[in-house]
Structure formats: structure tokens, C-alpha cells
């Protein structure tokens, strides 16, 4: 197990490098720069003379090599570099960043998991009767509806019509549940339907079939038997999903005002910071990496047959 | 002047009046929003330009001067009165004496020399260096040749002697948050960006990066009885259907208004009083590439001009969220010549001018343009059909707010539209049609006339202000008679305000920036 770990974190740098190398060239080949986004708002030219101060400043003159080298040594370092914007070191604006971000995905996936694997298993045990139809309807609009579009709904219910919950902002819990909802649906709508589909195939096996014939109880074969087999797949999706969702956060944080590392990305990927773009980039590609190899881990948990050398 | 155009915005007026009828309440909270960004730039103001960020500064941090939206002209904030030499290029401040910093320490000369020099670090780039340079022996600094400013002088603790290069107002160079003056002996410490120590109403509690910052009412504000708050939480909102749902849900306190969002709020009964708009001094126009062939022919520009029913795209698509551009400098300028009369929409006209520039059957150009929905792809596609009809047709090509700029600033285009702040200075804003200004800096049409050149070169040597603004004025109708841009309208900067909400000023320098310590809640607010 610990072999497989190692070589799993192994496996992961040439991704890691291929991805800052992927940004790193991206940024700087596509038009416009940090000095540009200083007065796109139309609010007064910035003053060339600062401008050409600020492109030294901040290296920009230098060639794209000596800037990527640069960049590679103090990542190696463990230091994601000084942002263009606020003059901050990008690992403490994460760092500010990374639990509110972690809190509305770890609350978006707990409900995902609640709700979405129940949902699920019940529609797969009576395929197509009113609960199979109705949670796969549920599911297939969760999965089809646009975040942004979900979100405003939302306010709109809660916040305004019927006033139980803040419309935005950070806070203690209840700030936490709209946001949470937004970007749990799709997960949850998927898991249920990934559920549907794991638990369906697994009734029809030989070995469900061979457990009934032994007079296992229905109970008893659906705990013993399809549970545990369906996790495999549930799992691999439980995982998968976990990892997107940092990505997907982007539009929900913005939404909600919410302070994590999407609305920091947003802000980055305009204004062209390209530290702090590399950076959050980085950090949802290594959580990704990290959520995946953990579930690979649990597979050894779930099914005894899965053994890594 | 500015303050009678003001006026005539109309329904911001009944709010400023009743404001201004009742007595201000002290304690509450200011619930203010910031539209313009994901985030804040930096806490230290010094480093950003970015109107976002001058929206909490204007709690944090005071300027030797403010922009007084009553008066339409900044006005002193950290002295008390300043004279002007007979030569008109050296002011001498007497500073408040009773300015103290959040850290309890009292503001004196020491501070504003230290504030200006740092800004002039010519290892760093500091936006404000712009405004800063007009003080003699700035650039110098800037360059490494000296390490003082020789023109600001310290006559005691409390005056200073600021010599400039140029027969300026001063006040148009130091009012804007790039300008604060921070603590000498803090300012330069590494915290200072975390916690930042300005001369502000309201003093530094928390910030949440990518949410809001929260301040609190500063007891030794220098101005007796302000701030009337006893908190300002400024949270950032971005997103325009968001605000509209906390703004209807009572969860702050103003929000700006797009164009969709105008109309709608003014067909509900119950948010059309809460609707204050200003013309802010921001030109929306196309610039028109004068090293690209058709354009460098006056012709070919003027027959822009009449080939676009200008007024029609106001009215429909902008759904009246603007004021018609009659010239380069807005409304709101001091030296607005209100007889002046835009272009008719007559495309048998232009038709005419483009026959007679050579181009009878019209000809392509590629216009360059960001998606902005009030200065960009939306109104480019509803010109298209209209210059079509004269034979003119365009190539889009639509990149982000920053490219555009970039494009822009290096002359890299045929045609873009944007938005370019044409005030409050007249002077700086027709500065950049100077041939002797760079494209880089502003002239992004590369605009050359010697006629122009003249006027505007008159109008900074002349010590008289009444014959300087008749140049300036003669210089701006020259403008508008040259075409350079197609004249497109003048900002309707629009917000919603809640009710109790009071002392809100109608700044047409930017809406959003709000002289705080001015405003106060009644007790029909419902944040505590």
C-alpha cells in the first residue's frame, strides 16, 4: 500500500509540471497583461512611465525561459511566488483562501452523498416505479441546470420570498447552505443516477442471483452483496466529483460573495496575475490528484479483491 | 456649474434633499457594495487605481484634497487653507492640526513628504507617480537622481510649500485615493498592507478576501461628530443579479444598476424612489485609427458620425442609461458648452462624405471591441446594420477588458470603442488629443492639429482661469469638429439606495466613491 502511494505521488509531478508549463506558456502568449488590466475599467490611463516601471517590476520584460526557470526554482522551493496584483505571496493568498473553498466543497459533497446514494438505491430497487421516475427527473435537472441560473433561484426562494436564509456573504452556517446546495445538485444528480446504474447491473449478476437462491433475505442480499459492489463505482464517482468541484466552485463563490479560491481565480485570470492564476490552478490540480489517489486507497477497503503491489 | 448639472440629474436630488432636511443620526451601519471585481486589489491604496479599490479607501484614507460632488471641484481636506504664489506654480498648505491617524498619532508635514516621495520610489510603480511628478524635483526622485522632492518644502510641522511645474489646480492632481497620506512610521512597515493606518472616518477591523472589508467609526476623525456610522461593511458583489436580490432583500444598502436593471427598477413602484443617477464625466466613443487609411480622412469620420443613429441605440438598447455625447467633455465638466449640438443621423450624408473622401462604395475596417454590455459587443452589433446601409461593413474583433486596453494603449487597432474618463480636469481629459501625447498614454487615435496643439498649449500657460477655459472650450468644440471618435454618450452612472440611507452624494467623478463620514442610517434600517 505504501509502495502504491509513493508511486502514485511520483506519478503525479510530470502532471503537476505539465500543468504549470501548460499555464505558464498560456499566460504568457495570450494578449494582454497585469499592467493592461490596470485601467480596463476605462477609469484613466495608467501613466507609461509607471507602466514601463511596473513591467521591470514584475520581470515581464525578461525572456518567457529565464521567467519559467525563475518560476520552477522557487516552486521547488515551496513558494508560489509574489502576485502582480497585491504584491502578496501567493501561498499566504491561498492560504486565506483554501478553507472557505474547502467548506463549501466538503458541505456540497455531503450533501451530494446524502442525498444522491440513497435517491439512487431506491430507484434502482423498484426501476420505474413513481420514485425511479421522479428522483431520475430530479436528477436529470440537477444535472442540466446552470449553476448561476440554480443559485439566483435559490435567493430568490430563500433569501427573498421566504427570508429564512442570507442571500450572500461568509459567515457561520447558514451563509454556508445556499452556496452549499448550488454546487451540491450536479453531484448529487449524478451520484444518484451513477447509484442507479451500479445497483441495477449488480441485481442482475450471477452471484445476487446465487445469494437469492440460497434463500438470502432481500435485506440481506442488497447489504451484503449489491451495497458493497456498487461502491466501487460510487466510489470512483464520489471521487472524480470531489476534485471538480473545486473548478466548479468558481461560479458559486463569485455568485455568493463567497471568499474562496474561485472568486480568486476569477479576479486572476482577468487581470492577467499570472502567479496567483498559477498558483490556484495549481492547488485544484493537486487537490484532484489527492481526492483520486485516496479513493484508489479505499478500494482496498471496499473490495478485498483489489490488491496494489 | 457642474453642481447645476447635478441638479438636473432629478431624482437623486429629492434624496439628497430630504437628507440634508432631516438631522443626521449617529450609530448604524453603512452596508455599501463593490460591483467592479471578484476581490479587492490591495489594502495598500497606494498601489491600486482600480475604482473598486478607492470605494473602502474613501473610509480608510483621506488625500490632501476631496472631491466635493456639491461643488463639482475638489476642495482642501487635510489643510485648512492654502495661498499661491504670484508666479501661480507655488501653494502653500497650512495642514490640519487636528488630522490624527487610527494608531493616535497626529498627521503633520512629516507625513505628506514622506506619502509623495514614497509614491515617486522609482523602483516601484505606484499609479499615483502620475499625479505626483507635478511637483518640481519629483521626476528626479523618480529617476534615482535625488532622494527628496525639491518642491515640497516643510515650513514647520504643520505647512508645507509644494511647487509645481505646471499653472495647475492642484486639487484635480491630489484628490484621488493614490494620493493618500500615510503614517510615516508605519507605512513603511511589512503589517501595513495587512492592517493599514490611514486618516480616514473609519479605522481598519477585518478583510475577507474575496467577500468584504468591515471598518469601524474612528472616534478622533478630524471632522466633529463624523462619521455618523458606527460601522461601514463594504462587501464585494460582482455580480448584478446577486446585488439585485440582497438590494430588493434589504441586505445592503446601495447597488449599482445596469442598463436591464435601470428600467426595471424604475417600473417597480417600490424601487423607483430608491434610483439616484448622475452623468459621470466618462465618454463612451468609437476612436477611430488615424494611421489606418479611411480614418486618417476627415471625411470618412465625420460620415461615421451621421451614419449611426446614435440616439436610437440610447433609447432602445442602453434603455436610456446614458446622455448623448455632444463633444469630447461630459455634462458634467466645468467648461460644458451646452449650445453645442450633436450630429444628426442623416446617412444620405454620409453617403455624401464617403463619395467625396473616395469611398463610394464604402469600404471594411476591423473594430475592436471587449463584451461590455454598455461600451461594447451589444452596441457594435447594433451599429453594424447601420453602417452597412451606407456601404461600410465591419469585421468584429471581440476580446476581454484587458486585451482591449493593451490593443488600445499600443495603437494596435483600426477602431475600438471604450469608455475614457474625460474628467474632472478639462484640461487633462482634451490633454490626450496633444500631439505631443503618446498613443501609449492616451491618444489612442493618434489625433495630430496644430490648431488644437495651440489652444490647449495657450490654455496651460495662461494664469487667467476665465480665458483658460474659453481655449479649452474653443479646443473642444475644434475636437468635435475634427471627429476623431464617433461621439457616442456620456455615462449615466446609476445606483439604488435604500431609504434610510441618508447624506448620499452625487459624485460624477465615480457614484460608488462617497465622502463616508457624510452619510448616516435612520433607525428604519434593519442592520443593527
Known amino acids: ?309 | 456649474m457642474l453642481h447645476k448639472f447635478v441638479i438636473a440629474a432629478g431624482l437623486g436630488l429629492a434624496l439628497t434633499a430630504t437628507a440634508s432636511a432631516q438631522t443626521p443620526r449617529s450609530g448604524g451601519t453603512i452596508r455599501m457594495t463593490a460591483p467592479y471585481g471578484a476581490s479587492f486589489t490591495s489594502l495598500d491604496i497606494h498601489t491600486t487605481q482600480r475604482a473598486q479599490d478607492e470605494i473602502f479607501a474613501k473610509g480608510l484614507f483621506r488625500s490632501l484634497y476631496i472631491w466635493d460632488s456639491a461643488k463639482g471641484e475638489p476642495v482642501l481636506e487635510l489643510a485648512k487653507e492654502a495661498t499661491v504664489s504670484d508666479d501661480g506654480l507655488t501653494h502653500t498648505f497650512k495642514l490640519r492640526d487636528d488630522a490624527f491617524f487610527h494608531h493616535g498619532r497626529k498627521m503633520t508635514a512629516d507625513d505628506l513628504i514622506w506619502s509623495y516621495t514614497r509614491i515617486m520610489d522609482g523602483s516601484k510603480s505606484y499609479p499615483g507617480a502620475r499625479y505626483v511628478r507635478l511637483i518640481k524635483g519629483a521626476a528626479e526622485v523618480e529617476k534615482g537622481q535625488a532622494k527628496e522632492i525639491s518642491g515640497l518644502k516643510k515650513i514647520d510641522d504643520f505647512t508645507v510649500a509644494m511647487t509645481l511645474t505646471e499653472r495647475v489646480n492642484p486639487g484635480f492632481y491630489f484628490f484621488t485615493a493614490t494620493t493618500s497620506i500615510y503614517p510615516a512610521d508605519e507605512g513603511a512597515k511589512e503589517g501595513f498592507v495587512q492592517k493599514p493606518i490611514g486618516l480616514g472616518p473609519f479605522k481598519f477591523v477585518e478583510h475577507v478576501p474575496g467577500s468584504r472589508i468591515v471598518l469601524e467609526k474612528f472616534d478622533k476623525f478630524y471632522k466633529p461628530g463624523k462619521p455618523y456610522a458606527d460601522r461601514m461593511i463594504v462587501s464585494i458583489m460582482s455580480e448584478a443579479a446577486a446585488r439585485d436580490v440582497a438590494f430588493r432583500n434589504k441586505e445592503i444598502d446601495t447597488s449599482v444598476l445596469g442598463p436591464a436593471q435601470y428600467v426595471a427598477y424604475q417600473a417597480d413602484a417600490n424601487l423607483k424612489g430608491t434610483v439616484v443617477e448622475v452623468p459621470e464625466v466618462f465618454t463612451r466613443h468609437m476612436g477611430m485609427n488615424r494611421n489606418h487609411k479611411p480614418f486618417s480622412d476627415k471625411r470618412v469620420r465625420l460620415a461615421m458620425n451621421y451614419a449611426i443613429d446614435t440616439q436610437l441605440i440610447i433609447d432602445k438598447l442602453v434603455k436610456g442609461k446614458a446622455y448623448r455625447a455632444t463633444s469630447w467633455l461630459p455634462i458634467t465638466s466645468p467648461i460644458y458648452d451646452k449650445s453645442m449640438k450633436p450630429y444628426a443621423f442623416d446617412q444620405a450624408k454620409a453617403k455624401q462624405l464617403l463619395a467625396e473622401a473616395g469611398y463610394p462604395n464604402g469600404f471594411e475596417f476591423e473594430w475592436t471591441t471587449s463584451p461590455n454590455e454598455s461600451w461594447g459587443l451589444p452596441i457594435v452589433e447594433a451599429v453594424i446594420p447601420m453602417l452597412d446601409k451606407v456601404g461600410i461593413k465591419v469585421k468584429v474583433k471581440q476580446v476581454e477588458a484587458a486585451v482591449l486596453s493593451d490593443l488600445v494603449r499600443k495603437g494596435e487597432h483600426q477602431a475600438y470603442i471604450w469608455s475614457q474618463a474625460t474628467g474632472p480636469d478639462p484640461q487633462a481629459a482634451l490633454k490626450c488629443f496633444h500631439s505631443a501625447t503618446p498613443t501609449s498614454a492616451c491618444n489612442y487615435t493618434g489625433f495630430k492639429d496644430a490648431e488644437f496643439d495651440k489652444l490647449l498649449d495657450e490654455a496651460g500657460q495662461t494664469g487667467d482661469s476665465a480665458k483658460r477655459n474659453q481655449l479649452l472650450q474653443k479646443a473642444n468644440a475644434l475636437l468635435f469638429d475634427e471627429a476623431p471618435v464617433w461621439f457616442f454618450n456620456y455615462n449615466k452612472a446609476v445606483m439604488a439606495v435604500q431609504p434610510w440611507l441618508k447624506g448620499f452624494q452625487l459624485n460624477a467623478t465615480e457614484l460608488t466613491h462617497q465622502n463616508v463620514e457624510d452619510l448616516w442610517v435612520d433607525p428604519s434600517s434593519p442592520a443593527k
Open chain 1, 1 to 309: 500500500m505504501l509502495a502504491f502511494a509513493s508511486r502514485r505521488i511520483l506519478q503525479s509531478v510530470p502532471t503537476l509540471l505539465a500543468v504549470v508549463l501548460l499555464i505558464f506558456v498560456l499566460f504568457s502568449v495570450i494578449p494582454g497583461s497585469i499592467i493592461s488590466s490596470m485601467g480596463d475599467d476605462g477609469r484613466g490611463p495608467m501613466d507609461v512611465q509607471v507602466m514601463e516601471r511596473m513591467k521591470k517590476e514584475l520581470g515581464l520584460d525578461d525572456p518567457i525561459h529565464l521567467r519559467f526557470t525563475s518560476y520552477l526554482g522557487k516552486l521547488a522551493q515551496g513558494d508560489l511566488g509574489t502576485s502582480f496584483r497585491t504584491r502578496e505571496p501567493v501561498t499566504s493568498m491561498i492560504a486565506k483562501r483554501m478553507w472557505p473553498t474547502l467548506q463549501l466543497i466538503f458541505a456540497a459533497m455531503l450533501l451530494a452523498i446524502v442525498i444522491g446514494i440513497p435517491l439512487g438505491f431506491v430507484a434502482a430497487l423498484r426501476p420505474g416505479g413513481i420514485v425511479d421516475t421522479a428522483s431520475m427527473v430530479v436528477a436529470v435537472s440537477g444535472l442540466s441546470m446552470p449553476k448561476f441560473w440554480l443559485g439566483l433561484l435559490l435567493m430568490y426562494l430563500f433569501a427573498l420570498t421566504l427570508g429564512w436564509l442570507p442571500s450572500f456573504g461568509y459567515g457561520e452556517g447558514k451563509y454556508l447552505i445556499l452556496p452549499a446546495v448550488t454546487l451540491g445538485v450536479s453531484p448529487m444528480a449524478l451520484l444518484a443516477r451513477t447509484t442507479r446504474a451500479a445497483v441495477l447491473e449488480i441485481m442482475t449478476a450471477d452471484f445476487v442471483r446465487t445469494a437469492r437462491s440460497k434463500g438470502m433475505s432481500e435485506t440481506r442480499v442488497v447489504k451484503w452483496h449489491v451495497m458493497r459492489n456498487a461502491l466501487v463505482l460510487i466510489l470512483t464517482t464520489i471521487g472524480l466529483q470531489f476534485g471538480a468541484l473545486m473548478g466548479q466552485a468558481v461560479v458559486v463563490e463569485k455568485l455568493f460573495s463567497w471568499p474562496g479560491i474561485g472568486s480568486l481565480l476569477v479576479d486572476s485570470v482577468q487581470q492577467r496575475d499570472i502567479p496567483a492564476v498559477q498558483g490556484a490552478i495549481l492547488v485544484a490540480v493537486l487537490f484532484f490528484l489527492i481526492i483520486n489517489m485516496l479513493v484508489d486507497l479505499l478500494y482496498v477497503v471496499i473490495d478485498p479483491r483489489i490488491k496494489y503491489t
